[in-house]
């Protein structure tokens, strides 16, 4: 496994060299990672297809794995337009040379807090949201609620924090063992959760219900979950 740059505290970027690790370092740090990818790329078959022209977001496509898995994952997600959107150049980059030869896929370099979604079927946020600052996730999720077609869906997978400091101390503990049983080092884990201090901001499972209840959402709950990290369905 390939390491991440040692960065100072409160440092992180997903720029520099951090594309060309970013993969395999996501694996070693995020359970489920790869069966969320599974269940996002399933779940998207109920929401696409039929006669009219669809269209799918992914929102922070990062080196375009994803993207790359749902734009090809059936029939309905290969006649679907997909619009991978990330804000650091060198992930753009990397995410259009992974979907590179896909005709139903475009990748645009552009804020979330500031771009104008098309109407659309299908958006995701994969490791995404929880990037943002509570104030503007709110304001994001209400314009992706806006874009959506009614009946149209948005996953979002993000950590969480726990209901209280007992077990916040305890899902953070096994989680670093996670980490660590998958090969990363103590002074790997803490080099990045320091890198992460403030960049990172994260809220509770009810949090995140009251906002996408406010974004106008009309159903939404969890779909997958394992110690902080939590992925969930709305429907508009």
Same mark, same amino acid.
């Not at 929401?47 to 269209?55: I, Y």
């Given at each position: ?15 520099? %060299? ?9 694996? +070693?740090?995020?359970?489920?990672? =790869?069966?969320? +990818?599974?269940?996002?790329? =399933? ?7 039929? =006669? *009219? ?8 496509? $990062? ?9 090809? +994952? ?11 959107? &990330? ?5 753009? /980059?990397?995410?259009? #040379?992974?979907?590179?030869?896909? &005709?139903?896929? #475009?990748?645009?370099?552009? %804020? ?8 659309? &079927? ?23 609620? *806006? ?10 997978? !993000? @950590? ?5 400091? *007992?077990?916040? &101390? ?8 996670? /980490?660590?049983? $998958?090969?990363?080092?103590? #002074? #790997?884990?803490?080099? @990045? @959760? ?6 990172? *901001?994260?809220?509770?499972? %009810? !949090? ?6 406010? $974004? ?8 997958? /979950? ?9 429907? /508009?």
């Amino acid at each position: 496994m390939t390491s991440l740059p040692i960065t100072s505290p409160g440092s992180w970027v997903f720029s520099g %060299d951090v594309p060309a690790v970013f993969v395999d370092h996501a694996r +070693h740090s995020v359970p489920l990672y =790869d069966a969320g +990818h599974d269940l996002v790329c =399933d779940l998207s078959t109920c929401f696409l297809g039929g =006669d *009219q022209p669809r269209v799918g977001y992914e929102l922070g496509s $990062a080196t375009g794995q994803l993207l790359h898995r749902l734009a090809t +994952h059936s029939p309905a997600n290969s006649a679907t337009h997909w619009i991978g959107v &990330d804000r650091e150049a060198a992930m753009v /980059k990397a995410a259009r #040379e992974h979907c590179a030869g896909l &005709d139903n896929v #475009e990748v645009v370099e552009g %804020d979330l807090t500031a771009i104008a979604f098309q109407q659309c &079927d299908f958006v995701v946020a994969y490791l995404t949201m929880h990037f943002l600052p509570p104030g503007l996730r709110r304001e994001v999720l209400r314009r992706i609620c *806006q874009a959506l077609r009614p009946g149209g869906a948005f996953f979002m997978f !993000d @950590k969480v924090l726990a209901p209280g400091a *007992q077990l916040e &101390d305890l899902i953070t503990t096994l989680h670093y063992r996670f /980490k660590r049983n $998958a090969g990363l080092s103590p #002074e #790997e884990i803490l080099n @990045k @959760k320091e890198s992460l201090l403030g960049v990172l *901001q994260p809220v509770s499972t %009810d !949090d995140n219900l009251v906002l996408l209840g406010e $974004a106008g959402f009309a159903s939404y709950g969890t779909i997958l /979950k394992y110690l902080a990290f939590e992925g969930f369905i709305a429907i /508009k």
